[in-house]
């Protein structure tokens, strides 16, 4: 019972490239969303998705890409990378949304030089 | 904006001992609150969920409480173990916040001294 994958675990990438972080739950969860944490600001959300082809910003969209084709699939591009993601990337998924747990992946470090 | 802090952000206390791990919200239309662990390195891990009918919710030495009139919720943890050394993290969803709705603490880091 795999869960949640993500994947790379670890990323270091230059200023200007594009990179995609990818998200794959085996659980068939509605809800998909990606967090990034870092220090002094805690979790904060970017995207989240209810359901296949349903994409919604959250808190800190700017800079960021996701897309949704299948259910258990919400990869997160970063298009012209930045410093400023430099970041751990958490990839979480919910059966329902309000009412029900959230479940994480294990992260993806993702370093901006 | 919704506002959950966590106080203290660390905590040292020798095994054994019981301890209260603080988490207040600035809403009281808090829907539920739930409490993740994140070791080092970690995902979160989902300790317990509260929803907002409920007041506690226990999980072996885990004990969890709710008081929305208060804005606060209380993570206990009995007879502490080097083991549970960790940062804990609790959250809270607010009514019609959908699915954006759920707000982070930014953690309280436990260390248990053997």
């Known amino acids: 019972d795999a869960g949640i994958t993500q994947s790379p675990r670890y990323k270091i990438t230059e200023t200007g490239r594009q990179v995609t972080l990818m998200c794959h739950q085996t659980?068939?969860?509605?809800?998909m969303f990606w967090y990034r944490q870092d220090l002094g600001h805690g979790l904060r959300l970017i995207y989240y998705?209810?359901?296949?082809?349903?994409?919604d910003k959250g808190e800190v969209p700017d800079g960021y890409v996701v897309s949704r084709s299948k259910t258990e699939n919400f990869p997160l591009t970063l298009e012209s990378a930045t410093r400023s993601q430099t970041s751990v990337y958490f990839c979480?998924?919910?059966?329902?949304?309000?009412?029900?747990?959230?479940?994480f992946g294990e992260g993806s470090r993702l370093t901006v030089l | 904006k919704q506002e959950v802090t966590q106080i203290p952000a660390a905590l040292s206390v020798p095994e054994g001992e019981n301890l209260v791990l603080n988490c207040s919200f600035t809403?009281?239309?808090?829907?539920?609150l739930q409490w993740f662990r994140q070791d080092p390195g970690k995902g979160l891990t989902s300790l317990l969920l509260?929803?907002?009918?409920?007041r506690e919710q226990t999980s072996g030495r885990l004990n969890a409480s709710l008081d929305k009139s208060s804005g606060r919720s209380t993570l206990y943890i009995a007879a502490s173990q080097p083991g549970d050394s960790a940062t804990y993290l609790c959250?809270?969803?607010?009514?019609?916040?959908?699915?954006?709705?759920?707000?982070f603490g930014k953690g309280t880091h436990l260390i248990i001294q053997p």
């Open positions: 979480a998924t919910s059966p329902v949304t309000g009412t029900g747990e959230l479940f």
């Open positions: 659980w068939s969860h509605s809800y």
């Open positions: 998705s209810a359901a296949a082809d349903i994409t």
């Open positions: 809403d009281s239309a808090i829907y539920n």
């Open positions: 509260i929803q907002s009918s409920q």
């Open positions: 959250a809270g969803t607010y009514s019609g916040g959908g699915a954006d709705g759920l707000t």
